[in-house]
Structures are given as C-alpha cells and as structure tokens.
C-alpha cells in the first residue's frame, strides 16, 4: 500500500484552501503515496473545537487509509497544526 500525504488547512479554511498543490504533489509522487485534503470543521465561529476536528481527521484516517504507511500530515495556519498536535494527543488511543 502507498504512504499517505494530507493536507490540513487552518483557521478559516476548507478543502480548496491548498488550491492545486495537492493534485501537483499527487503528480509529481505518482502512485507511491495517496494525497488528499481532508475535511474538519476550521470555521472562526465552527461548531466543532480542536479536539473534535482532530477525532474527525483521525477516524477520516483510520478508517479510510489504516493500510497507508508512511503517513505525513502537512498543514497551515494555527488551526492545521493544533489539529495536527491534537491528533497525537489521541493517536494512542488509535494504536492501542
């Protein structure tokens, strides 16, 4: 199975927020790794907090890409990298 690159964005954002660096990364890698943009709540007044957005991203990833390995998360803004951080806060729970 490929690793996996995906794209966080931050405060504000959404899945168009990288524009087409994904598909550009996604060419460039060919088949050796998956890239996706993955979808959280990031809105200023979002319903979801950071905790929740970064349970979203790890179910997206446990669910959808468990069999991905290397998994490399890249992200922008305050938003992308406390989902990312709070994503090792629960990533023991994941692996047990």
């Known amino acids: 199975m490929p690793g996996l690159i995906a ?6 954002g959404g899945a ?9 990364v996604q060419a460039s890698l060919g088949t050796t790794f998956a890239v996706h943009t993955l979808d959280y709540s990031a809105g200023v007044r979002g319903k979801a907090d950071i905790a ?17 390995e290397p998994i ?5 803004q305050s938003r ?9 806060a629960i990533a023991d729970i994941w692996t047990g």
Request: negative net charge; aromatic residues 14%.
């Open 72 to 76: 490399y998360l890249i992200w922008t």
């Open 52 to 68: 929740t957005s970064a349970d979203r991203i790890l179910t997206k990833i446990s669910t959808d890409f468990a069999e991905h």
């Open 16 to 24: 168009l927020s990288w524009g087409a660096v994904p598909q550009i």
């Open 7 to 12: 794209f966080l964005y931050g405060l504000g």
């Open 80 to 88: 992308g990298a406390c989902c990312a951080s709070g994503l090792s």
